[in-house]
């Protein structure tokens, strides 16, 4: 058990509908990041959160945000769905804001499913 | 951007058996090489990391090595049991500096499957 926290642990929803996906990194961890992994493009880097404020971002499309919250958990929405968002949603949290020190820990994952 | 690439995508070992997964990538100013063990139904999981002013490190089975050089880091497992049988990624992380530069990318990972 890494300590990060995901839920929901499996969604299934509809096209065109819109989601959230809520992740609570490890106590003390101030930085959270989110991927996505799907068969074909593995586990690509969504969007990183440092104590509230964004501090890099991927490969994340429009249709999706993020925010960081005062107590550090974070929300993954995502709008607008469409068949290809189908994938495992991670979220993975460290103590600072990516320094090369830094190991990130990642959540058991969301199983995203839109039909 | 910085490219991992990783081979084999799969590989059969008998019990007892060593297993090696090499990574190459493309950025000289990566210096951070995580490597990750996702079980079905999982998150990945770190097994063992290397920065890039060692060139070797030993966890009990398990090492990594990093040339830097060649631009390539690799995965050793010795003496594989069944419990080993899992999807293993690298990763590199360039140096921090803002921007993209704070992420991971990681290889397309290799399954792993050790047979009894």
């Known amino acids: 058990d890494s300590g990060v926290t995901q839920t929901p642990k499996h969604l299934i929803t509809a096209t065109g509908q819109r989601v959230t996906l809520r992740c609570s990194p490890r106590s003390g961890d101030l930085s959270v990041y989110w991927y996505q992994q799907s068969l074909d493009q593995g586990l690509q880097f969504l969007i990183q959160y440092y104590n509230g404020e964004e501090r890099a971002k991927g490969n994340i499309l429009e249709r999706f945000s993020a925010q960081q919250f005062p107590d550090l958990h974070s929300e993954l929405n995502l709008s607008s769905l469409e068949l290809g968002d189908s994938a495992l949603y991670f979220c993975?949290?460290?103590?600072?804001?990516?320094?090369?020190?830094?190991?990130?820990?990642f959540g058991p994952g969301t199983r995203l499913t839109v039909l | 951007g910085e490219n991992v690439e990783q081979h084999p995508s799969t590989l059969s070992v008998q019990e007892g058996d060593s297993a090696v997964i090499k990574c190459t990538y493309s950025d000289s100013a990566s210096n951070y090489f995580p490597w990750y063990k996702q079980e079905l139904g999982k998150g990945p999981q770190l097994i063992i990391d290397i920065r890039s002013n060692v060139g070797e490190k030993k966890d009990q089975r398990i090492a990594v090595t990093l040339n830097k050089t060649a631009k390539h880091f690799s995965l050793h497992i010795t003496e594989t049991q069944p419990e080993d049988s899992a999807v293993y990624f690298c990763a590199a992380r360039n140096r921090g500096g803002g921007g993209s530069n704070y992420k991971l990318t990681f290889g397309k990972g290799t399954l792993l499957t050790v047979n009894p």
């Open positions: 993975a949290s460290s103590p600072r804001q990516g320094a090369s020190t830094d190991t990130q820990y």
